[in-house]
């Protein structure tokens, strides 16, 4: 990897940690939007009963958890987007495949275009040593090309094993044939590139290899050899 | 007046109805933009309150659909994002966008100046 990759890859890196940013205030905007017209909705009926008039009791319970839950939704929220950016403290680590396939669908889900995904649960976990942050951002770009591509009821299966015992092979399958709009771009590329990855596009499916380790990227990004 | 509000936030648009009916503003409620077509097929709208970001038709696409089914129709866009993004090449100088979290209030007056310019 030469300085200019490095270069790219980190000019890339700040605008995919922008456009997540703004993804994630976008959701906390909502949540606080319900939030403040609930409490609205509880000041009009304040308003009511100053004046005498009545209503169901049952009005002030559901304002009440509809405000619990949307704080709910919202620690969550916020809870994703702290270990999203703890994803930059440490330029190479073992990474788990499973918690940064299921941090990329849950950032990936604050998107309008997003669909319903499901993540195989049966394996075990797998870790390769590499950028976590380059990992999440190389998951989250292949996600959304999929997502824009994507019938809306269709469902994306994610499975993961280890295909060998140096590589790591991460598969995203859908059920109708579909061609995935301007993917992968220069870009998503460069990431793979930076990554050691390797992109195999079908019909219905997409495979990403990763491999276990990438002694060119940690020597990279960290200035020591393994 | 026959006003829709359109918003995949159920809880959000629900309860903007609910305010709006206390004052005197009843309006329908569509949680897509498809589901916006269809009731607007069935009733004449005079004002769609649409968010901007929707799964499926977003609220630009709304905005043309509605437009040509009743061309006559206000809209004003609701959006959750800090700035206004112009997703293609279309002119929309001439919209009308609040930021949510919103302002009954300010909303209020907003329709009441969209549907009746005159009276500013």
């Given amino acids: ?226 | 007046m026959k006003i829709i509000l359109v918003d995949d936030e159920k809880k959000f648009i629900n309860m903007l109805a609910k305010r709006l009916s206390l004052r005197g503003l009843n309006a329908d409620v569509a949680y897509s933009g498809e589901e916006a077509v269809e009731k607007a097929a069935q009733t004449p709208y005079d004002l769609a309150v649409l968010d901007l970001k929707m799964p499926g038709i977003s609220g630009f696409a709304l905005k043309r659909k509605l437009l040509e089914m009743h061309p006559k129709i206000k809209l004003i866009f609701v959006t959750g994002h800090g700035a206004i993004e112009n997703n293609g090449n279309h002119d929309h100088s001439d919209d009308i966008f609040l930021a949510k979290p919103l302002n009954i209030d300010t909303l209020i007056e907003t329709i009441h100046q969209t549907i009746h310019p005159d009276k500013q």
């Fill in chain 1, 1 to 226: 990897m030469n300085q200019h990759t490095i270069d790219l890859v980190n000019k890339q890196g700040l605008q995919f940690f922008g456009s997540v940013n703004a993804s994630i205030s976008h959701e906390l905007k909502n949540i606080f939007a319900i939030i403040s017209e609930t409490a609205g909705f509880l000041n009009d009926l304040t308003q009511l009963s100053k004046q005498g008039k009545k209503f169901e009791l049952s009005l002030l319970e559901n304002c009440s958890n509809s405000i619990a839950e949307e704080i709910e939704r919202g620690f969550d929220t916020i809870r994703q987007m702290n270990q999203f950016a703890h994803s930059v403290d440490h330029p190479i680590k073992e990474t788990s495949i499973p918690d940064t396939l299921t941090l990329a669908v849950k950032l990936t889900g604050f998107l309008s275009y997003t669909k319903k995904t499901q993540i195989d649960a049966s394996a075990a976990d797998i870790t390769v040593l590499t950028s976590p942050f380059l990992l999440q951002n190389l998951i989250y770009r292949t996600l959304c090309a999929v997502y824009k591509s994507m019938d809306t009821k269709d469902t994306l299966n994610i499975f993961f094993h280890e295909k060998d015992p140096d590589t790591v092979s991460l598969t995203f399958s859908w059920g109708s044939p579909l061609a995935l709009k301007e993917f992968p771009d220069q870009h998503t590329t460069d990431v793979a590139d930076a990554l050691g990855a390797v992109i195999s596009i079908s019909d219905n499916s997409l495979d990403l290899t990763v491999g276990r380790a990438n002694d060119s990227l940690s020597a990279a990004l960290t200035g020591k050899k393994r």
